[in-house]
């Protein structure tokens, strides 16, 4: 899948992570994104700092994000699954997309709450509907400790070289 990134990419909607407050930042697998072009961060439940009008959610339960969705914005929310839960009232407004089968190399352990098998960190949301999208990944899973294994997991996301 060969990615079409530089100048047309700076002309893309940037990307939005929307991290929770309670989001351990010293766990957080996108926290080393912070300061990257194209991407936004902010805090909730604090306003998007930006017009996100015809962005989409990725989630579970909508259709699969595809190439269609190339020139859309794209909003993440970033925290535990129950706390993502209970920020997605708040964006309901936005189309939700999901992303095909991707297995996770994320070890999960929580006793408590069970994650959704279609469950991903993430880092791994992230890079695999960047690659969806034929958008720029460079560089994107430097600091991803699992990031080989993730690669492995799932060879249609490498990047071919």
């Not at 805090?43 to 259709?63: C, E, K, N, Q, S």
Request: aromatic letters at 8%; glycine letters at 6%.
């Amino acid at each position: 899948m060969p990615i079409n990134s530089g100048p047309l990419d700076s002309l893309l909607p940037p990307t939005v992570i929307v991290v929770h407050p309670r989001e351990r930042r010293s766990k957080c697998s996108v926290e080393p994104l912070r300061g990257r072009d194209g991407i936004v961060f902010c805090t909730f439940p604090h306003p998007v700092p930006i017009d996100i009008a015809g962005y989409v959610r990725l989630g579970i339960g909508g259709p699969v994000l595809s190439e269609t969705d190339r020139d859309r914005g794209l909003l993440l929310l970033d925290g535990t699954w129950r706390l993502a839960a209970r920020m997605e009232p708040f964006y309901q407004h936005l189309e939700v997309r999901s992303l095909p089968l991707v297995q996770t190399a994320y070890p999960r352990k929580s006793e408590v709450y069970a994650d959704p098998s279609e469950g991903l960190a993430t880092i791994e949301a992230l890079y695999t509907a960047l690659r969806l999208l034929k958008r720029d990944t460079a560089g994107l899973l430097n600091h991803y400790h699992w990031r080989e294994q993730f690669l492995d997991f799932n060879p249609w996301l490498k990047i071919a070289t």
